[in-house]
């Protein structure tokens, strides 16, 4: 059973400041990775996806890395604004059976103060 | 693209009434799920649907839940004699047939008095 873990659970961080937050997975045999952001009392909110076979995925101020064999995957937010202030999620879609039925982590609380 | 919708976006309701909520996926999407979030989780899957089809229910969480997409286009998820432990939020989402990426909507907040 796929089991994905998020750390730090909370970070609070000045305006300005690189953050990194760190996603592990317990079954490498995955189908993709997504980062994703939830505002509280929000839907989820799609921030990048990266394939199996892909190392990085870069949107904006946002890169995610993704190292398979290790389990580990890393959303690297640059230049943290008060706006990126929400939870971050991770979550891996397994590689067999064609659901590609998600197990997410507990996610990060991020809080960004200026 | 109006994005997946949700409704309610609230639910009051007392310990043993049923419940009905309804998700409109974008209108391009043939896969729906549903999942339910409680307080510092991230979501758990219960269902999910390819067009009309019902792929996957084990993972519904009793009895009491079940789920419909009876023209493949909207989903209802119907909570009968609902307890206190189903208060949470239930959120659903929609993908084409690869699954990926996954639009969510809003969510429904269930609270049971």
């Known amino acids: 059973k796929q089991e994905v873990t998020q750390i730090p659970a909370a970070l609070s961080v000045p305006e300005g400041e690189n953050l990194v937050l760190n996603c592990s997975f317990t079954?490498?045999?995955?189908?993709?990775l997504q980062w994703f952001r939830q505002d509280p009392g929000k839907g989820l909110t799609s921030l990048l996806l990266i394939q199996s076979s892909q190392r990085e995925q870069t949107s904006g101020r946002l890169n995610a890395s993704l190292d398979k064999s290790s389990g580990r995957s890393t959303l690297y937010i640059a230049a943290s604004q008060p706006g990126d202030s929400a939870t971050y999620l991770c979550a891996v879609s397994p590689l067999s059976g064609g659901s590609y039925i998600p197990t997410f982590g507990r996610g990060t609380s991020l809080i960004v103060h200026p | 693209d109006t994005g997946v919708s949700q409704n309610p976006r609230h639910k009051i309701t007392k310990r043993g009434q049923n419940v009905t909520f309804r998700c409109d996926p974008i209108?391009?999407?043939?896969?729906l799920y549903w999942y339910r979030q409680t307080l510092g989780q991230g979501p758990e899957f219960l269902t999910y649907?390819?067009?009309?089809?019902?792929?996957?229910k084990s993972r519904l969480l009793s009895d009491r839940f079940s789920a419909e997409r009876p023209k493949g286009s909207f989903s209802t998820l119907e909570i009968q004699r609902t307890e206190q432990g189903d208060s949470a939020m239930y959120l659903c989402?929609?993908?084409?047939?690869?699954?990926?990426?996954?639009?969510f909507g809003d969510g429904t907040r269930l609270s049971i008095l």
């Open positions: 989402a929609s993908s084409h047939t690869t699954g990926q990426p996954q639009h």
């Open positions: 079954d490498s045999a995955i189908y993709n």
């Open positions: 209108s391009e999407h043939n896969r």
């Open positions: 649907f390819q067009n009309e089809a019902q792929l996957e």
